[in-house]
């Protein structure tokens, strides 16, 4: 059935126009090629003036594109200029950040700097030069070869110099290297510092000649004329127990420095003669002792010499330190031969000194025992000098207190806590870390009080407890700090000055208003590691005019 709105007779018409429009297209395409085709020819006719020319000319061009993009050596030459190029914007990028870094005074600047215009010299020759220029003229091979080198022994340089200065760029590196030379200096001071302490004990607590041929000389004499020092026999003088006296105690094996002790505070006394001194010194030396304080007749004063061994109830039974010192373990602690032994614990060094060993050290805390009719007594280290008159001690009302001594904590320096493990139970629950230590070497006792207090008793409960050394380390004044924790009377600093034996800096008015210089430390006066502004102090008071002082060059 024919649809009404397209009527037959319509259809052959419309295919009709589109067959002709097509033909008259493909007409118009075919006439424009020819047309370009003949125009094309007569231009290239018309500068060649011949066909052939034109032939051969159009096929130069094509095998020259054709030689430039298939020739081998381009890319190998385009590879040498990037890597040219890389390095030495490389090395402009270092020779930046060392300038920013402003190293070494320039001089890694100046190196990269140079770098980097050798590889900008090095394209700018002429040979080189010509191998990147726009011509299309073929490569020379050997050329190139000669550029790959030059510029690879460049890269090797600049890669070298990197490698060198990367320390000074590599914040990481520095740190380790850092690190590392802090561990080795730090190994290096401990082995010095072990080392220093070792030799430091041995020229602190070795005997010097000229002290022990004053004792061999002293000794010698004692046994050419015993009748002339012996006391075996003789009655007790009633000054050495009258209490109304000033009683000194001084324990010493120190022959010159017991006699310089008793000298000083002698010649600075008001009343020498109502002074009494107990020396008590150990057997091997009581004949020097003797002897020494025979010589002259110290302004009056009263000297008793004695051997520990005269005090009978010092015996191990009843003193702990002398019942510890039998243990092998604490000898063993003490006479280990080998340094790498002897100097495990440096800062607990000082502890191996021989003088723990010895009961002299420890007779300070036997003083009620060894003088029961006294009531008041002044005990002196023998590295000591007195300065002034010391009988103002014995007007000070001590308040009921056992101990009269001068404090030396200051800020968090010389707190308990430095001397005591505050870590075992017992000590952490009796004592205060922040409690203020005070100084042994002048000490003023009232013996009453002591007896009362029942001090030995004390220390000898916290000595028994202490035979491990778990409480405190070796020595006389972590005991003494915990026997009179709660009775001792602190004196004015001006009676007791500390130090002069390791700290130089004391200011001479310091010591000359002090009625008590005290050489504690390594540094005594009587050894050549002395210090030279304080050992005129001591020296004053050493007998020269004695013929035995003389005979030994003490002092030269």
């Given amino acids: 059935m024919a649809n009404p709105r397209f009527p037959r007779s319509r259809i052959p018409t419309f295919t ?30 018309h500068f060649t003036g011949s066909e052939g020319g034109i032939a051969d000319g159009f096929e130069s061009i094509r095998r020259s594109i054709l030689a430039l993009k298939t020739d081998p050596l381009k890319p190998r030459l385009d590879q040498i200029r990037k890597q040219s190029d890389d390095h030495r914007s490389l090395a402009l990028v270092y020779a930046s950040y060392a300038r920013k870094l402003k190293l070494e005074s320039s001089k890694l600047v100046r190196i990269f700097a140079e770098l980097s215009v050798n590889f900008s010299d090095l394209m700018k020759k002429p040979q080189y030069r010509t191998l990147f220029s726009s011509d299309a003229s073929p490569v020379d091979e050997s050329v190139v070869r000669q550029l790959e080198k030059e510029v690879k022994e460049r890269i090797k340089t600049t890669r070298q110099v990197i490698g060198d200065a990367k320390e000074s760029f590599d914040n990481q590196l520095k740190i380790q290297k850092l690190k590392d030379t802090i561990f080795s200096v730090n190994e290096q001071l401990t082995k010095a510092k ?48 009258d209490p109304s006296l000033y009683h000194y105690a001084l324990f010493s094996d120190n022959v010159v420095a017991a006699s310089v002790v008793v000298n000083s505070a002698t010649k600075n006394a008001k009343e020498p003669w109502k002074h009494v001194f107990h020396v008590v010194t150990d057997k091997m030396n009581l004949g020097a002792m003797q002897v020494m304080f025979k010589l002259k007749d110290y302004n009056g004063a009263h000297i008793e010499v004695k051997a520990v061994e005269d005090y009978k109830f010092l015996n191990s039974s009843y003193v702990p330190v002398l019942k510890q010192l039998e243990s092998a373990n604490l000898q063993r ?72 001594a001068v404090e030396t904590c200051f800020g968090s320096f010389h707190r308990y806590a430095q001397y005591m493990n505050f870590s075992h139970p017992l000590i952490k629950a009796k004592f205060s870390p922040k409690a203020c230590a005070w100084a042994y070497g002048m000490n003023f006792f009232d013996l009453d009080a002591w007896r009362r207090e029942k001090c030995t008793e004390e220390y000898h409960y916290w000595q028994n407890l202490n035979e491990n050394r ?8 972590p005991p003494g700090l915990i026997t009179y924790y709660s009775t001792t009377k602190p004196l004015d600093k001006s009676w007791h000055v500390l130090g002069l034996g390791y700290n130089p800096s004391i200011s001479m008015d310091e010591i000359n208003n002090a009625a008590v210089v005290h050489f504690n430390g390594n540094m005594k006066p009587w050894l050549d590691i002395a210090m030279a502004q304080f050992k005129p102090l001591w020296t004053k008071y050493v007998d020269y005019e004695l013929d035995f002082v003389q005979a030994c060059n003490f002092g030269i």
């Fill in 194 to 241: 072990k080392q220093g302490a070792f030799s430091s004990l041995i020229a602190a607590k070795s005997i010097p000649k000229s002290l022990h041929c004053l004792s061999m000389r002293l000794m010698e004499e004692r046994i050419a004329h015993p009748e002339k020092y012996t006391t075996e026999g003789k009655p007790t003088p009633p000054e050495v127990e």
């Fill in 333 to 404: 602690f003490y006479f280990e031969n080998k340094l790498e032994n002897a100097t495990k614990d440096t800062n607990n060094m000082k502890f191996r000194n021989p003088k723990y060993l010895s009961i002299l050290n420890h007779l300070r805390f036997y003083l009620p025992e060894m003088y029961p009719k006294l009531h008041k007594i002044l005990f002196l280290d023998d590295d000591i000098v007195v300065q002034k008159d010391l009988t103002g001690l014995w007007k000070i009302d001590m308040d009921g207190k056992v101990n009269g």
């Fill in 470 to 477: 778990t409480l405190w380390k070796l020595g006389t004044l």
């Fill in 16 to 45: 009709l126009f589109t067959s002709a429009m097509s033909l008259a297209l493909c007409t118009f395409f075919l006439l424009s090629f020819l047309f370009t085709t003949h125009s094309y020819s007569s231009h290239q006719h």
